[in-house]
């Protein structure tokens, strides 16, 4: 079975912290996305990484950036948390990126409260 | 610009009714793939189906069902005899190229 790991359930932290989301998948894909879940608005794109170092922006990449230094962890960065950003956060993987055949499995979200 | 729809935010049934979640979708694309996810407490989204623009049969899986209708626009999802595991989100989504455009999503609440 795919496993998608999140370091943390939930967190909270304080405005302007610098705020890290990991996320580690143990099938070797290729793709990780990170997306932000909010009442109303259901599920949006904010980083998607093809590559080790390879990273393109979602739909809602303001305020956050990503790095992927190893295959298996994407991370996602809160450079100064703002209330705003108060949110469940869903890390997913996909081996390849043809939506015929390739399924996104996701992890089980982070809680991030900003105060 | 891509845009799916889920009208209802929650339903709540008792067990054993049969629930349908409504999900209409905007693309211009004429291949695109459509897909159902459920949340449950748990948090990770699972997979449920994907279906293709070019198949518009329904299909049966166990107590889950969807109605493809082209011409609508329309991808609905049916529970039947729903029981308390079923209570989650739903999700209804659409391909955008590598992504997915995700609706706001249904609560199911089955009650005992």
């Known amino acids: 079975d795919v496993k998608v790991t999140q370091s943390s359930r939930y967190l909270v932290k304080r405005t302007g912290e610098k705020v890290f989301l990991e996320c580690v998948q143990d099938?070797?894909?290729?793709?990780m996305f990170w997306y932000r879940q909010d009442p109303g608005l259901g599920l949006r794109l904010i980083y998607f990484?093809?590559?080790?170092?390879?990273?393109e922006k979602g739909d809602i990449p303001e305020g956050y950036s990503v790095s992927r230094e190893k295959k298996e962890r994407f991370s996602l960065i809160l450079e100064s948390a703002s209330t705003n950003q108060t949110s469940m956060y869903l890390c997913?993987?996909?081996?390849?990126?043809?939506?015929?055949?390739?399924?996104?499995?996701f992890g089980p979200g982070t809680r991030l409260t900003v105060l | 610009a891509q845009k799916v729809t889920q009208a209802q935010t929650e339903i709540s049934v008792v067990e054993k009714e049969d629930v349908t979640l409504d999900c209409v979708y905007e693309?211009?694309?004429?291949?695109?793939?459509l897909f159902w996810y459920k949340q449950p407490p748990s948090g990770e989204l699972v997979f449920l189906i994907r279906?293709?623009?070019?198949?518009?049969q329904n299909e049966i899986s166990g107590r889950y069902s969807w109605n493809f209708q082209k011409s609508t626009s329309s991808f609905n999802f049916t529970i039947t005899a729903s029981q308390v595991v079923d209570s989650a989100v739903y999700f209804c989504?659409?391909?955008?190229?590598?992504?997915?455009?995700f609706g706001a999503g249904t609560t199911v609440t089955v009650r005992a």
């Open positions: 997913a993987s996909t081996q390849g990126l043809a939506l015929a055949t390739d399924t996104q499995y």
């Open positions: 279906r293709n623009s070019f198949d518009e």
């Open positions: 989504a659409l391909s955008e190229a590598y992504k997915l455009s």
């Open positions: 693309t211009r694309d004429t291949t695109y793939y």
């Open positions: 099938m070797d894909h290729e793709n």
């Open positions: 990484s093809y590559d080790v170092k390879m990273k």
